[in-house]
């Protein structure tokens, strides 16, 4: 993970860290060793760091070690789709499962779809899976450039 929250020894406060640095200096003047400092949070997403560092500073305020707690992160129906999907070798089956899902979450798909799963999941253009699907009749057509699965 990118980024952890810390607290200074000295002043008791939280900070933000980004660990491809070894080291911080606190507001308070302490030098901060990461390697000799325990990550109470870690993150890769900036956004969350900057909520995790209220929380903490907000816990040691009453006087608590901080626990932030992992929030369950907001996936979308793209993201999901693609870890699904990746596993899976051959690309036809690959699209026929992506094709299925995208019709079960959005009701019919279109290029932008296909190609926002692809791109998570790193294969194959849009226009060649759509075609490869719609040659195996795994998608069909309902208006232009719109397709549901079979
Ligand atoms: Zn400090």
Same mark, same amino acid.
């Given at each position: 993970?990118?980024?952890?929250?810390?607290?200074?020894?000295?002043?008791?406060?939280? =900070? %933000? $860290?980004?660990?491809? =640095?070894?080291?911080?200096?606190?507001?308070?003047?302490?030098? $901060?060793?990461?390697?000799?400092?325990? #990550?109470? #949070?870690?993150?890769?997403?900036?956004?969350?760091?900057? %909520?995790?560092?209220?929380?903490?500073?907000?816990?040691? %305020?009453?006087?608590?070690?901080?626990?932030?707690?992992? /929030?369950?992160?907001?996936?979308?129906?793209?993201?999901?789709?693609?870890?699904?999907?990746?596993?899976?070798?051959?690309?036809?089956?690959?699209?026929?499962?992506?094709?299925?899902?995208?019709?079960?979450?959005?009701?019919? #798909?279109?290029?932008?779809?296909? /190609?926002?799963?692809?791109?998570?999941?790193?294969?194959?253009?849009?226009?060649?899976?759509?075609?490869?699907?719609? =040659?195996?009749?795994?998608?069909?057509?309902?208006?232009? %450039?719109? #397709?549901?699965?079979?």
């Amino acid at each position: 993970m990118r980024y952890a929250v810390i607290v200074c020894p000295k002043c008791n406060k939280a =900070k %933000g $860290i980004d660990t491809i =640095k070894k080291t911080t200096t606190c507001p308070c003047g302490r030098e $901060i060793v990461f390697a000799r400092t325990k #990550f109470y #949070f870690e993150t890769d997403s900036p956004l969350e760091l900057a %909520g995790a560092v209220a929380e903490a500073n907000a816990q040691l %305020g009453d006087g608590n070690v901080p626990k932030i707690a992992k /929030k369950p992160r907001k996936r979308d129906a793209y993201s999901s789709i693609s870890e699904r999907v990746r596993p899976i070798r051959d690309p036809v089956e690959r699209m026929r499962v992506i094709a299925s899902e995208l019709t079960e979450a959005k009701g019919e #798909f279109g290029h932008e779809d296909i /190609k926002r799963v692809l791109t998570l999941t790193g294969r194959d253009t849009p226009e060649d899976i759509i075609a490869k699907l719609q =040659k195996a009749n795994l998608i069909y057509e309902v208006s232009e %450039g719109r #397709f549901r699965s079979v």
